[in-house]
């Protein structure tokens, strides 16, 4: 008997011809080299092509990519793959946005190419099976019609060696042979030993449970009857001349009675310690200690809270910022927690703003503080401008203006239309401003005035929707 071998005899061509092009692609190094390959006819060559022009990162080689991904006869493998490559190479820059396929939508261009396209290794291993030259039952099938013998030899081919396989079971056998004896003795021995410790700790914790444990009602009942019985030998006292203890006699003078009473006694309080629980008071027992069990990390964290804490913040250090712990995190949970604690933060923060937004909205402490941050820079500008208008007479004059604008004119903290507005409400038609200040927007040519409002506020407005009042 032979075990059969598995060999291969040549490598099939097309195999031979893609790892030859590989290894001439590989040392092209610009996109108008690997022009070539990208229209080959071949649609193996095609990828090892746009593999290469991935690892290179030429920027010439975006436009190839997109042909490739809008050529309508390529396959759908070799287009998943120039969008995996062009999406890697436009990351970081805004030059994607111009691409409107929905490949580019799969990627964000930081993944590798092992995750994208995993190695699965397969086991082409045929099934065990052995070659008899000469079959150990009978191969030999009588033909009565025909009259003839058909001998057939049984062949099964493996690449497993069952002989070679007994032969190191048996010297691994040989080789360990003389340690057997004394391990199995040690292990005896120490088995040995834990089953005495159990059964002595058993018997003790049982022993020392049952001679503890007297019910109160039944030690009552005793002392009542003692009592009694101590009232009743007042009166016929019997001395033992023997022991010189004081008995109880009874009414009839005999010990007999006396000790047939307390041997009564003893054997019912007996009884009554060694009774075995009911199946209730097991099953509440159970529970109790399943629960005791359940809840004792609470309770032990309830008791050494400083302790707890420590140790679970070491743990969370761990696993969150080294290394080790980290990769651990990421390969068994499957999420980073420096990412997870980041992201948290990040909805903590924005959810705090929203609800401290929306208590200023409510209580109008917007207002308020869009107001006194419109005085704190007026008061900035008037320290560092003079561009108050002047009368002839070179006396300081307050100017007002009007709004006339029919949707309101909203206060700016900066003359642009872009600026922030201050306050949620605009200045409506009609309502007159405080001339402060004045600057000209040079991007727009208009003039922007720094008012006052009737309502406190501090700001820029644009010049064209105001109109002067006439001093009288």
């Known amino acids: 008997m032979y075990a059969s071998g598995t060999r291969i005899g040549s490598l099939p061509d097309w195999y031979l011809i893609e790892r030859e092009t590989e290894k001439t692609i590989e040392k092209l190094n610009s996109a108008r080299e690997l022009d070539y390959y990208i229209n080959n006819a071949d649609e193996n060559i095609r990828r090892l092509a746009v593999l290469r022009l991935k690892k290179l990162g030429l920027k010439e080689s975006g436009e190839m990519l997109r042909e490739i991904m809008d050529d309508p006869v390529e396959s759908h493998a070799n287009k998943y793959l120039a969008a995996w490559a062009l999406k890697s190479l436009l990351a970081g820059s805004d030059n994607d946005f111009m691409l409107n396929t929905r490949y580019l939508a799969n990627f964000t261009g930081h993944e590798n190419y092992e995750e994208l396209f995993p190695v699965i290794l397969e086991n082409d291993n045929r099934d065990i099976g052995f070659k008899f030259s000469s079959s150990p039952c009978y191969t030999a099938f009588n033909i009565d019609d025909e009259d003839s013998v058909l001998e057939k ?30 391990r199995v003795m040690k292990t005896l021995y120490a088995g040995a030993l834990k089953l005495l410790q159990c059964v002595k700790t058993a018997a003790v914790k049982l022993y020392t449970k049952k001679t503890d444990k007297a019910p109160k009602t039944h030690e009552k009942a005793i002392s009542k009857r003692k009592e009694k019985k101590h009232d009743n030998s007042a009166q016929l006292p019997y001395l033992s001349e023997r022991t010189g203890n004081r008995l109880e006699a009874r009414p009839d003078g005999s010990r007999s009675s006396y000790r047939r009473d307390h041997l009564y006694d003893y054997n019912r309080l007996r009884n009554e310690i060694y009774r075995r629980p009911g199946f209730v008071y097991c099953v509440k027992k159970g529970v109790f200690q399943l629960l005791f069990f359940l809840f004792y990390p609470i309770r032990l964290v309830r008791r050494k809270k400083f302790a707890a804490l420590c140790i679970l913040l070491s743990i969370y250090v761990f696993f969150a910022y080294f290394s080790y712990g980290r990769s651990i995190t990421i390969k068994y949970a499957g999420f980073d927690l420096q990412e997870v604690q980041s992201r948290f933060l990040e909805k903590a923060g924005a959810l705090y703003r929203q609800a401290l937004s929306d208590i200023n909205r409510l209580t109008g402490m917007d207002e308020w503080n869009a107001v006194r941050d419109s005085k704190q820079a007026a008061n900035d500008i008037l320290r560092t401008s003079n561009t108050n208008i002047k009368q002839d007479n070179g006396s300081k004059e307050i100017s007002t203006f009007t709004v006339f604008a029919r949707d309101g004119l909203n206060i700016r903290i900066a003359p642009d239309p872009s600026s922030d507005r201050i306050g949620s409400k605009a200045l409506p038609y009609g309502t007159r401003v405080t001339f402060i200040s004045s600057a000209l927007n040079e991007s727009t040519g208009v003039e922007w005035f720094y008012v006052e409002a009737e309502d406190g506020r501090f700001g820029w407005v644009s010049s064209k929707y105001l109109k002067k009042d006439e001093v009288k």
């Open 153 to 182: 030899d049984i062949f099964f081919s493996s690449d497993f060696d069952f002989w070679q396989w007994i032969s190191n079971v048996v010297s691994s056998l040989k080789a360990n042979v003389k340690n057997y004896p004394v």
